[in-house]
């Protein structure tokens, strides 16, 4: 039985995958996002057949079974349930292992969709009503005060308010549109871990925890949207969790309008913000791989994290050294061992690479490290391109992981436009900062 559902599975472009620790069958279907088209009414046609089978199939999950389904945003994958049913989105907390204390974002594939979750005297202020024009559907989620008669306390985790985005990826609407209910959806991980942007992410990690993953391929931005709370009554739009869309978009859109756009702990603090879970990192661990995470930040790089003296930086052999030693596997290095597994994630063009790209960091003589060292490099987005930095960077920790090196560095970038996100996220996976002198 188990041998022909698999040819069957095979012949429509499924993957089975089920391991010893299974509780159950995880089936991958592939999508293909150029098949799926949307009408001026909202309805979608989708011309690949495997494509329309494995979206009835992820919808009858959500409506039918009530049950999650993994799917494709264009920022991260996502694990989704219909946000109008309190037991299926109780799964997703359950499957991810999230406190219960965190919210979630609710995902929708039209105006209508929006408003039937807000309170029916509720008029969208003009400041969103423009952000929504400029970004909908896209990496964008606004908080929005919730009508309680309709979202469950479980989506907002009490909150008075919902956060909400349309996203744009084609795979996501369509199965929005097709469930025809409004989607609860976290990144689709284990709670702590770096959020996936491959299919095969979350096979890794979800594997016989979901019955279904929508395959439509690596996710474009490749960290989360923006969360933006505008409801407070200055009226200025608080960046909660900066993301896809950037600070310096959301300027350019209400410019001349006097509204500011204030990131928390770059602005503004907020103290019971920081008490409550309601942006990621404040309250629990984030992004973070089981390697340890350390994040090397140059001291001419601009940030204003650079307080130190340039003469107290050690360069990059010392800093390096230094490192590795206090490792748990430092012994590993030593002359007769295993080399130390380095995963480095940096900007192909920059000066630390160029630096750590010199022999003498391979080690183990006396002009270089004390222990020796096996790199796996793998490229940032060059120091122009910090877009690029933000689709990598989740793939990066992940692969390197996955890899099972010892210890992963991340180059930190300047912190304008997406470099603002990128920072955000290995910050909070780093277990430390580490200052070197290029
Ligand atoms: O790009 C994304 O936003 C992805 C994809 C799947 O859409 N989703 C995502 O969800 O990143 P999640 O759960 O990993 O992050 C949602 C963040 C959480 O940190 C949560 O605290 C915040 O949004 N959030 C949700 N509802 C909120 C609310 N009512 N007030 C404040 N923050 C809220
Ligand atoms: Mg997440």
Same mark, same amino acid.
């Given at each position: 039985?188990?041998?022909?559902?698999?040819?069957?599975?095979?012949?429509?472009?499924?993957?089975?995958?089920?391991?010893?620790?299974?509780?159950m069958?995880?089936?991958?279907?592939?999508?293909?996002?150029?098949?799926?088209?949307?009408?001026?009414?909202?309805?979608?046609?989708?011309?690949?057949?495997?494509?329309?089978?494995?979206?009835?199939?992820?919808?009858?999950?959500?409506?039918?079974d009530?049950?999650?389904?993994?799917?494709?945003?264009?920022?991260?994958?996502?694990l989704?349930?219909?946000a109008l049913?309190?037991?299926?989105?109780?799964?997703?907390?359950?499957?991810?292992?999230?406190?219960?204390?965190?919210?979630?974002?609710?995902h929708?594939?039209?105006?209508?969709?929006?408003?039937?979750?807000?309170?029916?005297?509720?008029?969208?202020?003009?400041?969103?009503?423009?952000?929504?024009?400029?970004?909908?559907?896209?990496?964008?989620?606004?908080?929005?005060?919730?009508?309680?008669?309709?979202?469950?306390?479980?989506?907002?985790?009490?909150?008075?308010?919902?956060?909400?985005?349309?996203?744009?990826?084609?795979?996501?609407r369509?199965?929005?549109?097709?469930a025809?209910?409004?989607?609860?959806?976290?990144?689709? /991980? &284990?709670?702590?871990?770096? !959020?996936?942007?491959? *299919? +095969?992410? $979350?096979?890794?990690?979800?594997?016989?925890?979901? =019955? #279904?993953?929508?395959?439509?391929?690596?996710?474009?931005?490749?960290?989360?949207?923006?969360?933006?709370?505008?409801?407070?009554?200055?009226?200025?739009?608080r960046?909660l969790?900066?993301?896809?869309?950037?600070?310096?978009?959301?300027?350019?859109?209400?410019?001349?309008?006097?509204v500011?756009?204030?990131?928390?702990?770059?602005?503004?603090?907020?103290?019971?913000?920081?008490?409550?879970?309601?942006?990621p990192?404040?309250?629990?661990?984030?992004?973070?791989?089981?390697?340890?995470?350390?994040l090397?930040?140059?001291? /001419? &790089?601009?940030?204003?994290? !650079?307080?130190?003296? *340039? +003469?107290? $930086?050690?360069?990059?052999?010392?800093?390096?050294? =230094? #490192?590795?030693?206090?490792?748990?596997?430092?012994?590993?290095?030593?002359?007769?061992?295993?080399?130390?597994?380095?995963?480095?994630?940096?900007?192909?063009?920059?000066p630390?690479t160029?630096?750590l790209?010199?022999?003498?960091?391979?080690?183990?003589?006396?002009?270089?490290?004390?222990?020796?060292?096996?790199?796996?490099?793998?490229?940032?987005g060059?120091?122009?391109?910090?877009?690029?930095?933000?689709?990598v960077?989740?793939?990066?920790?992940?692969?390197?992981d996955?890899?099972?090196?010892d210890?992963?560095?991340?180059?930190?970038?300047?912190?304008?436009?997406?470099?603002? *996100?990128?920072?955000?996220?290995?910050?909070?996976?780093?277990?430390?900062?580490?200052?070197?002198?290029?």
């Amino acid at each position: 039985m188990q041998a022909i559902r698999r040819l069957l599975n095979r012949l429509v472009g499924t993957r089975t995958l089920v391991t010893a620790a299974s509780t159950m069958e995880t089936r991958v279907l592939n999508c293909d996002p150029y098949s799926i088209t949307f009408s001026e009414d909202g309805s979608v046609s989708i011309s690949a057949p495997d494509t329309e089978f494995a979206l009835r199939t992820a919808s009858e999950i959500l409506t039918k079974d009530k049950n999650v389904v993994v799917f494709p945003t264009e920022t991260v994958y996502g694990l989704g349930a219909s946000a109008l049913d309190p037991s299926a989105v109780s799964l997703i907390y359950s499957t991810k292992g999230r406190p219960s204390d965190n919210p979630l974002i609710v995902h929708i594939s039209s105006r209508a969709m929006l408003q039937s979750l807000l309170p029916p005297s509720y008029i969208i202020p003009s400041t969103y009503a423009k952000l929504m024009d400029a970004f909908w559907p896209g990496p964008l989620t606004l908080l929005f005060p919730a009508n309680p008669d309709v979202v469950p306390s479980i989506v907002t985790a009490g909150h008075p308010t919902v956060a909400v985005r349309e996203p744009s990826h084609p795979v996501a609407r369509a199965l929005i549109a097709l469930a025809n209910t409004p989607l609860a959806a976290p990144s689709a /991980n &284990s709670s702590g871990k770096p !959020s996936p942007t491959k *299919a +095969e992410h $979350v096979a890794a990690d979800l594997h016989g925890r979901v =019955s #279904l993953i929508l395959d439509g391929g690596a996710c474009d931005v490749g960290l989360e949207s923006t969360v933006v709370d505008g409801l407070a009554a200055d009226g200025h739009l608080r960046v909660l969790r900066p993301g896809g869309v950037t600070v310096e978009d959301l300027e350019r859109v209400i410019e001349g309008s006097g509204v500011k756009v204030l990131v928390h702990r770059r602005d503004y603090k907020d103290e019971q913000q920081e008490a409550a879970p309601t942006t990621p990192g404040m309250k629990y661990r984030h992004y973070a791989p089981r390697s340890p995470v350390y994040l090397l930040m140059q001291t /001419n &790089s601009g940030s204003t994290d !650079s307080k130190l003296g *340039a +003469e107290k $930086v050690p360069s990059v052999r010392e800093a390096i050294t =230094s #490192l590795l030693d206090q490792l748990p596997c430092a012994a590993v290095g030593e002359a007769g061992a295993r080399p130390v597994k380095v995963g480095l994630l940096s900007c192909p063009d920059s000066p630390l690479t160029a630096a750590l790209g010199t022999p003498e960091y391979e080690g183990g003589d006396e002009a270089g490290l004390r222990v020796r060292v096996e790199w796996s490099r793998r490229a940032l987005g060059a120091l122009g391109e910090p877009s690029v930095t933000a689709r990598v960077l989740f793939d990066g920790l992940i692969s390197l992981d996955q890899e099972g090196v010892d210890v992963i560095l991340v180059e930190g970038v300047e912190e304008t436009h997406e470099g603002l *996100a990128v920072m955000n996220r290995v910050r909070k996976a780093a277990a430390e900062t580490v200052w070197v002198r290029v």
